[in-house]
Each structure stands twice: as structure tokens, then as C-alpha cells.
């Protein structure tokens, strides 16, 4: 058997350590995607999206084109309603709890990840990015449709780690196996870092990567036979769930912000 203790040197994982709303001034001409961001009712990309099916109109008329500039003096509207962008930005992380949605809002009634958080004075939030509806830890909620967009584009390296408990220990070949990266049916998958969370439970493994695909972490060990029984996000670009408690919430604070825009 190889030395677990030499792996772990081999892999180490950086802990880093890293707001109540926070004011934001908007700088004009902004591209018309960018600006429905900045209203908190989505993020950049689908923002264009809405462009693009004719769902915006600028001063009463409907534009299909996103990237188009516009100025604090043009009017544009949604769904009837004219937007104004946010200039209170609301940051949030929440250790999601299991059996929870990562959506706004849910068509079978099941509770969100909304539900977890006052709607008293917050605005309209949304989610950063996406954890299964078995999976806990880390979430950021915001409503800062530019830094969502920044976060969840696979251009920014955003790494991500889980501790993930399988159903037997991880085998020697596997571990190596995952190292080096796993061809699945959408790609490969690579990890950035890869550890036994508990040298004598060899079935706990903490797992580092930076890519967004769907329930990739789940997948790298199914595609080896594992089942994945509990999941949980333990960081996310830079911030922990340390003294945050399941199912609860804290506002990011000032620093964390400018790092989480720095990081991106």
C-alpha cells in the first residue's frame, strides 16, 4: 500500500481565511447586459439572453442586440416594469443544508435556498453558481449580477473544495487514477488537490477542483464505482464555512468583497 501521509504532502490544501450592503456607483455608457446585471434581476449572461429573445425595451423600443451601450439618461424595461440598478449590494454566504434547492424559487414547492434568508429589506437575490439538491456547505448569494457573472465564467479559475464521503474506502489505483484526471462522458476532469480527510476513515476524501460542470465531484467517483453518500462544500474562491452553522447565513464583510472582485 502506498503511504497516504506522502500523498497528502503531495496535494496540500490551502485553508485560506479570508457585507452588509455596500455602495456601488455605476459608470456610464454601460453595455445594456451589463446594466440589467446591475439592476439584481440576473446575471450578465442572461441578461443577454433576454436581450436577444426581445424580452428589453430601451426607451419603449425592443432591442435584440446586448452589447449595445446605453446612457443614465435612456429608459430600460422589463417585463413592464423600467429597471434601476442596484446601488445596495447585498453579499451573502450560507452553509446550505441537504435537501435544499439552489434557485430562486421552485415550480414543486420544495423550500429554497431563499427560504433560508429574511426577505425583509435584502432586495432581490439569487444565487452564485449551483450545489445538487443533496449537497451542502458553501453558497454565495448576491445581488451583484456583474460578480455573478465574473464567478460562474469558466475563464476565472474559482477553486472549489468538497469533503465527500463515499461508500467504501477510495483504492490506491483510484486516487492516482483522479490525479491525473478522468475522462468522462463531457470531458476530462481534473482535480487541483486531492486527500483521505481522515487517515483512519479512507472513505472521506477532501477534493479540490475549479471547474463548474454539473455534479462533477459526484461523477469522478461514480465513474469509478463509488456512490457518493454525503457531500459538503467546505470553501469556495477563498472563503470557508468555519463558525457558520448549517442552514445559516453571515454577510461577507467589506475585505471579502474587494478580494472575491480582485479574485476575479
Do not use: W
Not at 180 to 202: C, F, H, M, P, R
Amino acid at each position: 500500500m502506498k503511504d497516504k501521509q506522502s500523498k497528502k504532502n503531495r496535494n496540500p490544501f490551502h485553508q485560506k481565511t479570508p457585507s452588509k450592503k455596500l455602495d456601488e456607483v455605476i459608470s456610464y455608457p454601460i453595455r445594456l447586459n451589463k446594466y440589467i446585471a446591475k439592476c439584481g434581476i440576473t446575471s450578465r449572461r442572461k441578461a443577454a439572453e433576454l436581450v436577444k429573445q426581445g424580452q428589453i425595451k430601451v426607451n419603449d423600443i425592443v432591442v435584440r442586440e446586448p452589447y449595445i451601450e446605453v446612457s443614465e439618461h435612456d429608459q430600460i424595461a422589463y417585463e413592464g416594469n423600467i429597471l434601476q440598478p442596484e446601488t445596495n449590494l447585498f453579499y451573502l454566504l450560507l452553509n446550505k443544508p441537504k435537501d435544499v434547492i439552489t434557485s430562486t424559487a421552485d415550480e414543486k414547492g420544495r423550500k429554497t435556498v431563499l427560504d433560508l434568508i429574511p426577505s425583509q429589506g435584502r432586495g432581490r437575490l439569487y444565487p452564485v453558481g449551483r450545489l445538487d439538491r443533496h449537497t451542502t456547505g458553501l453558497l454565495l448569494i448576491t445581488n451583484d449580477g456583474d460578480l455573478t457573472t465574473k464567478l460562474a465564467h469558466p475563464s476565472h479559475q474559482v477553486r472549489k473544495e468538497y469533503v465527500a464521503l463515499l461508500d467504501e474506502p477510495l483504492a490506491d489505483e483510484h486516487f492516482e487514477q483522479i490525479l491525473q484526471g478522468l475522462q468522462l462522458e463531457d470531458g476530462l476532469a481534473k482535480v487541483i488537490g486531492l486527500e483521505y480527510a481522515n487517515s483512519k476513515q479512507l472513505n472521506h476524501i477532501r477534493i479540490a477542483i475549479m471547474m463548474g460542470r454539473n455534479r462533477i465531484v459526484r461523477r469522478i467517483f461514480e465513474h469509478l464505482g463509488y456512490k457518493v453518500k454525503t457531500l459538503d462544500r467546505t470553501y469556495y474562491a477563498g472563503l470557508t464555512k468555519k463558525g457558520l452553522p448549517r442552514g445559516k447565513f453571515r454577510h461577507l464583510s467589506p475585505r471579502e468583497v474587494i478580494m472575491l472582485k480582485h479574485f476575479v
